[in-house]
T-cell receptor, first 111, second 111 residues
Framework: DTGVSQDPRHKITKRGQNVTFRCDPISEHNRLYWYRQTLGQGPEFLTYFQNEAQLEKSRLLSDRFSAERPKGSFSTLEIQRTEQGDSAMYLC?????????FGQGTRLTVV | SQKIEQNSEALNIQEGKTATLTCNYTNYSPAYLQWYRQDPGRGPVFLLLIRENEKEKRKERLKVTFDTTLKQSLFHITASQPADSATYLCALQGNAGKSTFGDGTTLTVKP
């Protein structure tokens, strides 16, 4: 499968724990995006990389959130000290120009 | 602030009819407008992209129009089928690459 891959697909964690998600983009794509989606809403932009450089971060991305793309290939999104409000689907997408292709997402539930 | 509105949260139509979904936006000058399909629990799947200098784009049973004066896009599915039932998302994209999504319209096609 040469699409965007996200791991894990589901994560249940206790409030206050740290979680890390991984995204493997389509190999020839230099742009990588993270979005968050809650039920009944469209995806909300979190952050964006071009190669290994993080070019933009949303105000939604509090200091508990950090994202990396160390070698310009896969990316990780870490949430520290999780809160119940962090429960959502976290989507990764990659693109070269124009169209963004999404992964299947990681569903996070904070209990 | 930028705002995207998609018509009514839910649209129900009979099989074989044409579904028309609306996307209106304010305070934005997008380079591209995209339509995605999203099934429950899955990531969005790209359908069509239309550029700011294009009026219409077609792909099989799908047609998108883009009116930058009215700040509106219409998305049509002709000869609709129950398999077309899903949530359809409109997304605006600037030259930087990130997309701003509407909250989607859930289409149900009844046999």
């Amino acid at each position: 499968d040469t699409g965007v891959s996200q791991d894990p697909r589901h994560k249940i964690t206790k409030r206050g724990q740290n979680v890390t998600f991984r995204c493997d983009p389509i190999s020839e794509h230099n742009r990588l995006y993270w979005y968050r989606q809650t039920l009944g809403q469209g995806p909300e932009f979190l952050t964006y990389f071009q190669n290994e450089a993080q070019l933009e971060k949303s105000r939604l991305l509090s200091d508990r959130f950090s994202a990396e793309r160390p070698k310009g290939s896969f990316s990780t999104l870490e949430i520290q000290r999780t809160e119940q409000g962090d429960s959502a689907m976290y989507l990764c997408a990659s693109s070269s120009v124009g169209v963004a292709f999404f992964g299947q997402g990681t569903r996070l539930t904070v209990v | 602030s930028q705002k995207i509105e998609q018509n009514s949260e839910a649209l129900n139509i009979q099989e074989g009819k044409t579904a028309t979904l609306t996307c209106n936006y304010t305070n934005y000058s997008p380079a591209y407008l995209q339509w995605y399909r999203q099934d429950p629990g899955r990531g969005p799947v790209f359908l069509l992209l239309i550029r700011e200098n294009e009026k219409e784009k077609r792909k099989e049973r799908l047609k998108v129009t883009f009116d930058t004066t009215l700040k509106q896009s219409l998305f049509h599915i002709t000869a609709s089928q129950p398999a077309d039932s899903a949530t359809y998302l409109c997304a605006l994209q600037g030259n930087a690459g990130k997309s701003t999504f509407g909250d989607g319209t859930t289409l149900t096609v009844k046999p």
